[in-house]
């Protein structure tokens, strides 16, 4: 058991790509609960794209980490602790400690997953926010239908792996986009995508018009840039497009080069009457997490949805862990083991 409580620390805000110099790894006190308060202890720490935003103090949908404040970021821990109703000692939880061993909590935003949870990891991505992301996203926004041609950007990805997997329950085509041989034969061999396409190759959008032969009907969007440049052609009249992110872009700090195609853009979409909706998953659909939690666990246990974590070891490195997200270097759900189970 640590003495004490290592945090990694915003030092600076990034200019691009974040660097080492960007984090400082702090060694602080261990907290002691108060009544009505828990003391946790990280197990596993996730680690997601939308961390680059929160690294900025531009105005986004929530408030960026302070200078000198610990990274955000969703764990999985154990109580270590408590003197708060309904959490024991050696109960696993899912919560918000950030990026540090130890944190204090009352509860709020967290979910106690009991004793023996199977695969506690798990609740940080197939059976937390990354599927919950691609469960309403896909469902609600995107609406997929029977016969319908569903187009997934990073598809092997936390979340896009997921949408695609759903989408196949509900009986769309389902094509995938991913970076390198390897994580397209992963996308339709091992999770059952219709097909995949290599958004590295040099005729990538020749490729996505040939497969996708009868139009998109549904893009699920979380990468942007030419990804998304080759999909736009595509789209079917009334098409539905969840925008869940834009991880090509989120290491740029100013427009990309080239002319402004906003018109074009906009002409377009209101010619095809294409939807496009962005979503924060907890902010605009935490009341329906029991709808998912009850739909992906049955999928998992039954073997319809298929999941793969990249898990890496040690806080200190978790800031070279979420430049790998961010470049795509990563295969499956980034996740980083920070201590030992109790």
């Not at 060694?27 to 720490?45: D, F, W």
């Not at 531009?58 to 109703?85: C, H, I, R, W």
């Not at 709020?108 to 695969?119: D, H, R, V, W, Y």
């Not at 939807?275 to 329906?288: L, N």
């Amino acid at each position: 058991m640590n003495t004490v409580n290592r945090q990694i620390l915003l030092n600076s805000r990034p200019v691009g790509e974040p660097t080492a110099e960007n984090f400082r790894l702090h060694q602080g006190e261990i907290p002691s609960p108060k009544q009505g308060e828990m003391l946790l202890r990280t197990v596993y720490l996730s680690l997601d794209p939308y961390m680059r935003g929160r690294m900025s103090d531009a105005k986004s949908y929530a408030e960026p980490v302070a200078l000198g404040g610990v990274m955000f970021g969703g764990t999985v821990a154990q109580v270590v602790e408590s003197n708060l109703d309904g959490y024991a000692v050696g109960d696993w939880v899912l919560s918000i400690n950030g990026w540090q061993d130890y944190a204090i909590s009352t509860g709020e935003m967290a979910i106690n997953l009991g004793k023996n949870p199977s695969k506690p990891s798990w609740a940080l991505g197939v059976l937390g926010m990354p599927g919950f992301t691609a469960y309403m996203g896909l469902l609600d926004i995107g609406n997929a239908q029977p016969g319908e041609t569903v187009v997934v950007a990073a598809a092997s990805g936390a979340v896009g792996s997921n949408v695609g997997q759903i989408a196949k329950i509900k009986g769309a085509k389902v094509v995938g986009i991913a970076g390198g041989e390897e994580k397209c034969r992963y996308v339709v061999e091992e999770l059952g995508f219709d097909a995949c396409i290599d958004h590295k190759a040099d005729d990538f959008a020749e490729q996505l018009a040939a497969v996708c032969d009868k139009g998109i009907d549904v893009y699920f969007e979380n990468v942007g840039g030419k990804v998304f440049d080759a999909v736009l052609p595509l789209l079917n009249p009334c098409a539905r497009i969840p925008l869940c992110g834009n991880i090509s872009q989120y290491n740029s700090d100013e427009l990309p080069a080239g002319p402004d195609r906003s018109y074009q853009l906009m002409s377009f979409l209101q010619v095809t009457r294409v939807t496009v909706k962005g979503f924060i998953i907890y902010d605009d659909y935490g009341h329906r997490y029991d709808e998912f939690a009850k739909d992906m666990q049955q999928w998992v246990s039954e073997g319809k949805i298929k999941y793969k974590e990249h898990m890496i070891e040690g806080l200190e490195n978790a800031p070279a862990g979420l430049n790998d997200v961010l470049n795509g270097r990563n295969f499956g759900k980034m996740v980083v083991k920070v201590n030992e189970p109790l």
